[in-house]
Protein backbone atom coordinates (compact mmCIF):
# COMPACT_ATOMS: atom_id res chain seq x y z
CA UNK A 1 0.00 0.00 0.00
CA UNK A 2 2.68 2.41 0.72
CA UNK A 3 5.03 1.62 -2.30
CA UNK A 4 1.80 2.12 -4.46
CA UNK A 5 1.66 6.08 -2.40
CA UNK A 6 4.75 6.14 -3.14
CA UNK A 7 4.39 5.75 -6.53
CA UNK A 8 1.71 7.54 -7.05
CA UNK A 9 3.88 10.56 -5.49
CA UNK A 10 7.00 10.15 -7.39
CA UNK A 11 4.69 9.70 -10.42
CA UNK A 12 3.14 13.17 -9.45
CA UNK A 13 6.74 14.66 -8.74
CA UNK A 14 7.68 13.94 -11.89
CA UNK A 15 4.89 15.41 -14.06
CA UNK A 16 5.08 18.96 -12.04
CA UNK A 17 8.73 18.69 -13.21
CA UNK A 18 7.93 17.87 -16.86
CA UNK A 19 5.48 20.57 -16.62
CA UNK A 20 7.78 22.95 -15.34
CA UNK A 21 10.13 22.78 -17.38
CA UNK A 22 7.85 22.79 -20.47
CA UNK A 23 6.42 26.05 -19.20
CA UNK A 24 10.12 27.12 -18.66
CA UNK A 25 11.15 26.21 -22.14
CA UNK A 26 8.28 28.02 -24.17
CA UNK A 27 9.38 30.98 -21.78
CA UNK A 28 12.61 30.99 -23.02
CA UNK A 29 11.26 30.15 -26.89
CA UNK A 30 8.82 33.17 -26.06
CA UNK A 31 11.46 35.53 -25.06
CA UNK A 32 13.92 35.07 -27.99
CA UNK A 33 10.65 35.47 -30.52
CA UNK A 34 9.98 38.98 -28.66
CA UNK A 35 13.24 39.92 -28.72
CA UNK A 36 13.71 38.96 -32.86
CA UNK A 37 10.56 40.99 -32.79
CA UNK A 38 11.95 44.23 -30.77
CA UNK A 39 15.21 44.09 -33.08
CA UNK A 40 12.90 44.23 -36.44
CA UNK A 41 10.91 46.75 -34.97
CA UNK A 42 14.27 48.66 -33.50
CA UNK A 43 15.22 49.06 -37.20
CA UNK A 44 12.47 50.31 -38.59
CA UNK A 45 12.02 52.82 -35.70
CA UNK A 46 15.56 54.26 -37.21
CA UNK A 47 14.94 54.15 -40.71
CA UNK A 48 14.81 57.68 -41.90
CA UNK A 49 12.41 59.49 -44.13
CA UNK A 50 13.23 61.72 -46.51
CA UNK A 51 11.11 64.43 -47.93
CA UNK A 52 12.44 65.08 -51.42
CA UNK A 53 13.34 68.25 -51.81
CA UNK A 54 12.83 69.55 -47.76
CA UNK A 55 9.94 71.79 -47.61
CA UNK A 56 9.74 72.84 -50.95
CA UNK A 57 9.00 69.20 -51.87
CA UNK A 58 8.92 67.59 -55.44
CA UNK A 59 8.32 70.71 -57.45
CA UNK A 60 10.35 72.56 -60.40
CA UNK A 61 11.91 75.73 -58.08
CA UNK A 62 13.39 73.01 -55.96
CA UNK A 63 17.17 72.43 -55.75
CA UNK A 64 17.50 69.23 -56.23
CA UNK A 65 21.75 69.41 -55.77
CA UNK A 66 21.32 71.37 -53.17
CA UNK A 67 18.96 69.61 -50.82
CA UNK A 68 20.55 66.29 -51.67
CA UNK A 69 24.45 67.30 -50.67
CA UNK A 70 22.44 66.96 -47.08
CA UNK A 71 21.49 63.68 -47.09
CA UNK A 72 22.47 60.33 -46.22
CA UNK A 73 20.82 57.49 -47.48
CA UNK A 74 20.41 54.23 -45.83
CA UNK A 75 18.89 50.29 -46.86
CA UNK A 76 15.65 50.59 -45.03
CA UNK A 77 15.07 54.23 -45.20
CA UNK A 78 12.11 55.91 -47.72
CA UNK A 79 11.66 58.79 -49.61
CA UNK A 80 8.63 60.64 -49.94
CA UNK A 81 7.32 62.54 -53.09
CA UNK A 82 4.83 65.24 -52.53
CA UNK A 83 3.93 67.09 -55.45
CA UNK A 84 1.05 68.77 -56.99
CA UNK A 85 -0.80 67.19 -60.08
CA UNK A 86 1.06 69.16 -62.65
CA UNK A 87 4.08 66.91 -61.77
CA UNK A 88 4.48 62.91 -61.40
CA UNK A 89 7.43 61.09 -60.15
CA UNK A 90 9.07 58.13 -62.77
CA UNK A 91 11.73 55.69 -61.97
CA UNK A 92 14.76 55.38 -64.39
CA UNK A 93 16.93 52.06 -64.78
CA UNK A 94 19.91 53.54 -65.88
CA UNK A 95 22.62 56.19 -65.45
CA UNK A 96 22.09 56.45 -69.02
CA UNK A 97 18.32 57.26 -68.87
CA UNK A 98 18.43 60.12 -66.32
CA UNK A 99 21.33 62.07 -67.95
CA UNK A 100 19.28 62.26 -71.49
CA UNK A 101 15.49 62.34 -69.51
CA UNK A 102 14.75 59.95 -71.22
CA UNK A 103 11.30 58.42 -69.52
CA UNK A 104 10.58 55.94 -71.57
CA UNK A 105 12.38 53.16 -70.52
CA UNK A 106 10.71 54.10 -67.04
CA UNK A 107 10.88 51.56 -64.10
CA UNK A 108 8.09 52.59 -62.18
CA UNK A 109 5.34 55.63 -62.93
CA UNK A 110 3.43 57.30 -59.53
CA UNK A 111 1.01 59.93 -59.36
CA UNK A 112 -0.80 59.95 -56.38
CA UNK A 113 1.25 63.47 -55.06
CA UNK A 114 2.25 61.41 -51.84
CA UNK A 115 4.45 58.91 -52.84
CA UNK A 116 6.72 56.60 -50.62
CA UNK A 117 9.78 54.60 -52.02
CA UNK A 118 11.13 52.11 -49.82
CA UNK A 119 14.83 51.99 -50.20
CA UNK A 120 15.48 48.20 -49.92
CA UNK A 121 18.89 47.22 -51.47
CA UNK A 122 21.92 49.72 -51.56
CA UNK A 123 23.05 50.83 -54.83
CA UNK A 124 22.00 53.74 -56.89
CA UNK A 125 18.23 54.83 -58.21
CA UNK A 126 16.70 57.80 -60.29
CA UNK A 127 13.87 60.20 -60.21
CA UNK A 128 12.26 62.77 -62.09
CA UNK A 129 9.48 63.80 -63.14
CA UNK A 130 7.36 62.73 -66.15
CA UNK A 131 5.86 66.15 -67.36
CA UNK A 132 7.28 67.12 -70.78
CA UNK A 133 10.20 69.06 -69.94
CA UNK A 134 10.46 68.86 -66.27
CA UNK A 135 13.53 66.33 -66.19
CA UNK A 136 15.65 68.93 -68.90
CA UNK A 137 14.81 71.67 -66.48
CA UNK A 138 16.57 69.93 -63.22
CA UNK A 139 13.46 68.17 -61.48
CA UNK A 140 15.52 65.20 -61.15
CA UNK A 141 17.04 63.38 -58.58
CA UNK A 142 19.72 60.76 -58.03
CA UNK A 143 19.95 58.48 -54.70
CA UNK A 144 23.04 56.79 -53.81
CA UNK A 145 22.14 54.07 -50.62
CA UNK A 146 24.81 52.91 -48.68
CA UNK A 147 23.91 49.38 -46.66
CA UNK A 148 24.55 51.00 -43.38
CA UNK A 149 22.39 52.10 -40.33
CA UNK A 150 21.24 55.44 -40.96
CA UNK A 151 23.17 58.28 -40.10
CA UNK A 152 22.04 61.27 -38.01
CA UNK A 153 22.05 64.04 -41.02
CA UNK A 154 19.07 61.40 -42.50
CA UNK A 155 16.69 61.61 -39.51
CA UNK A 156 12.89 62.13 -39.88
CA UNK A 157 13.60 65.30 -37.75
CA UNK A 158 16.36 66.92 -40.28
CA UNK A 159 15.28 65.44 -43.67
CA UNK A 160 12.84 67.86 -44.47
CA UNK A 161 15.49 71.62 -43.21
CA UNK A 162 18.03 72.74 -45.38
CA UNK A 163 21.72 70.97 -45.76
CA UNK A 164 23.11 73.31 -43.30
CA UNK A 165 21.34 73.06 -40.20
CA UNK A 166 20.90 69.43 -40.71
CA UNK A 167 24.09 68.87 -39.71
CA UNK A 168 24.32 71.59 -37.00
CA UNK A 169 24.99 69.77 -33.23
CA UNK A 170 21.15 70.37 -32.17
CA UNK A 171 19.63 68.27 -35.10
CA UNK A 172 22.60 65.38 -34.42
CA UNK A 173 21.71 65.66 -31.11
CA UNK A 174 17.88 65.46 -31.61
CA UNK A 175 18.04 62.90 -34.43
CA UNK A 176 20.13 60.66 -31.83
CA UNK A 177 18.08 61.37 -29.11
CA UNK A 178 14.52 60.44 -30.56
CA UNK A 179 16.42 57.30 -32.17
CA UNK A 180 17.90 56.21 -28.81
CA UNK A 181 14.36 56.97 -27.19
CA UNK A 182 12.05 54.75 -29.70
CA UNK A 183 15.10 51.56 -29.58
CA UNK A 184 14.58 51.89 -25.49
CA UNK A 185 10.62 52.07 -25.64
CA UNK A 186 11.05 49.02 -27.62
CA UNK A 187 12.86 47.08 -25.58
CA UNK A 188 11.46 47.91 -22.81
CA UNK A 189 8.25 46.79 -24.07
CA UNK A 190 9.98 43.32 -25.49
CA UNK A 191 11.07 42.78 -22.18
CA UNK A 192 7.74 42.89 -20.27
CA UNK A 193 5.72 40.68 -22.10
CA UNK A 194 8.45 38.42 -22.26
CA UNK A 195 8.35 38.37 -18.33
CA UNK A 196 5.10 38.26 -18.32
CA UNK A 197 4.76 35.45 -20.80
CA UNK A 198 7.54 33.42 -19.00
CA UNK A 199 5.10 33.30 -15.90
CA UNK A 200 2.30 31.22 -17.42
Not at 22 to 48: D, P, Q
Not at 106 to 134: E, I, Q
Not at 143 to 151: D, P, Q, V
Request: glycine share 8%; net charge positive.
Amino acid sequence: MKETKLKQNRGRETKEVGKAKRRKMVGHKNTIFLVMVATLMAKEALAAQHVVGGSQGWDQSTDFNSWISGQTFQVGDQLVFKYSSLHSVVELGSESAYKNCDISSAVKTMSSGNDVVKLNKPGTRYFTCGTLGHCGQGMKVKITIGNGASSPSSSPSSSSSSSSSSSSPAAISAALTSQGFASFAVLIVAFSVSTMLSLF
